[in-house]
């Protein structure tokens, strides 16, 4: 059974709204796309290299599988390290407006999200890997559904644009199993899933 991870850019206030280019996406009339860009420095590259090294399959919202569809199949060298995978492997797409996909091996799913995500988790030996696609990750959190999430934090504050967990998340703890800082200041942190939050109370000295 594959594990869901979901690997995820986002700036010190939450936005993970286009970081890869300015016209990636605008929706609300984002101004900031390609936020990401200055950062990309050899520590960067490296840690997502590795990842690309562990996946059996990967989960894609819409919009981000959109994005990819246009780039990555045109990217057609069998040993670039992030395009070989994803040209190769199967992708999968929660949508209930997607029904003829263009880019081979793309799996549209178009039931219940939970039941058909653990579906997929069941059938994949090795990662199912999730990038970008904040919205579908928030839901898929909200279901107990990610194993592991990789939050990469820059250092940028864009004061506006689509933020990871926005008000009414559902309240969740995680366990920090791992991280770094890339020369460039960006905070690689890998978390997994323990459950929900506890709760306790700083109280005053005994005697105070």
Do not use: C
Not at 175 to 198: A, F, M
């Amino acid at each position: 059974m594959g594990k869901l991870v979901s690997t995820l850019f986002v700036t010190l206030d939450g936005v993970y709204q286009a970081p890869g280019g300015p016209q990636e996406d605008t929706r609300g009339g984002f101004t900031h796309g390609g936020w990401s860009f200055p950062y990309a420095d050899e520590d960067f590259g490296r840690f997502i290299g590795e990842v690309f090294t562990r996946p059996g399959a990967f989960l894609l919202g819409r919009r981000t599988y959109d994005i990819f569809a246009t780039y990555w199949p045109k990217v057609t060298d069998p040993a670039d390290p992030v395009a070989g995978p994803l040209n190769s492997l199967p992708k999968y797409v929660p949508s209930s407006t997607l029904t003829d996909p263009g880019w081979a091996g793309t799996t549209v799913l178009s039931g219940d999200l939970a039941e058909e995500v653990a579906a997929v988790k069941e059938r994949t030996d090795g990662e199912v890997q999730m990038h970008g696609s904040g919205a579908l990750v928030r839901s898929l959190l909200a279901l107990d559904l990610v194993d592991t999430l990789h939050l990469l934090t820059f250092p940028v504050v864009l004061g506006s644009g689509f933020r990871l967990f926005t008000e009414g998340a559902v309240p969740t703890a995680f366990e920090h199993t791992g991280g770094s800082v890339t020369g460039g200041g960006v905070s690689i942190q890998t978390y997994d899933l323990k459950g929900r939050p506890e709760y306790g109370e700083f109280g005053l000295p005994e005697g105070a």
